[in-house]
T-cell receptor
Framework: GAVVSQHPSWVICKSGTSVKIECRSL??????MFWYRQFPKQSLMLMAT?????????EQGVEKDKFLINHASLTLSTLTVTSAHPEDSSFYIC??????????????????FGNGTRLTVT | KNQVEQSPQSLIILEGKNCTLQ??????????LRWYKQDTGRGPVSLTI?????NTKSNGRYTATLDADTKQSSLHITASQLSDSASYIC????????????FGPGTRLSVLP
């Protein structure tokens, strides 16, 4: 079945450094990927929509200069947390829609999630 | 305001018992409703996707219902297993042309031996 791979699964970094998180769709093409963050015992909060070949669309309140998104190919999107601070510590999750199924079942295409990245900034 | 509410917030049941989780939404225009299971420290995994015309859909021991008139959905788990312990998230998609998904807060289910 379709798989979205997210790497790394966890990372610890010092305050002020930058961290890159990768999201790959392994057996389908994804023109659009989504990035979320999740705090303990809370649901996912959409941060941005990553579009292949164009700029990402950020949700209100999300700093685009701090959370850099690059969607260079149909199977890879990256999220870079720049100059990370302890308050950026969170669980970051990506998701991608199956392009082929998008055409077959318009609107009901599966949304596949990665396994998340636990970021801890010390 | 587009919103998805879930109840209960958390639930504890004994292994082998059945349970039902609720999802109410005020989302318009409605496209479809999805139930996801999220294990701790993992990404959500899809259980069901239901469109406006579907009332019931099953996936193994999971059965989802949808009442588009009252804007309610339920997820029924039969003969619960320890591995069912997870958060169950209700997600509603706004329309067929955008990328807008509204996430519920989830129900935390704990299945005890």
């Amino acid at each position: 079945g379709a798989v979205v791979s997210q790497h790394p699964s966890w990372v610890i970094c010092k305050s002020g450094t930058s961290v890159k998180i990768e999201c790959r769709s392994l057996d389908f093409q994804a023109t659009t990927m989504f990035w979320y963050r999740q705090f303990p015992k809370q649901s996912l909060m959409l941060m941005a929509t990553s579009n292949e070949g164009s700029k990402a669309t950020y949700e209100q309140g999300v700093e685009k200069d701090k959370f850099l998104i690059n969607h260079a190919s149909l199977t890879l999107s990256t999220l870079t947390v720049t100059s990370a601070h302890p308050e950026d510590s969170s669980f970051y999750i990506c998701s991608a829609r199956d392009l082929k199924r998008y055409r077959v079942g318009f609107g009901s295409s599966p949304l596949h999630f990665g396994n998340g990245t636990r970021l801890t900034v010390t | 305001k587009n919103q998805v509410e879930q109840s209960p917030q958390s639930l504890i049941i004994l292994e082998g018992k059945n349970c039902t989780l609720q999802c109410n939404y005020t989302v318009s225009p409605f496209s479809n409703l999805r139930w996801y299971k999220q294990d701790t420290g993992r990404g959500p995994v899809s259980l069901t996707i239901m469109t406006f015309s579907e009332n019931t859909k099953s996936n193994g021991r999971y059965t989802a219902t949808l009442d588009a008139d009252t804007k309610q959905s339920s997820l029924h788990i039969t003969a619960s297993q320890l591995s069912d312990s997870a958060s169950y998230i209700c997600v509603v998609r706004l329309d067929n042309y955008g990328q807008n998904f509204v996430f519920g807060p989830g129900t935390r289910l704990s299945v005890l031996p």
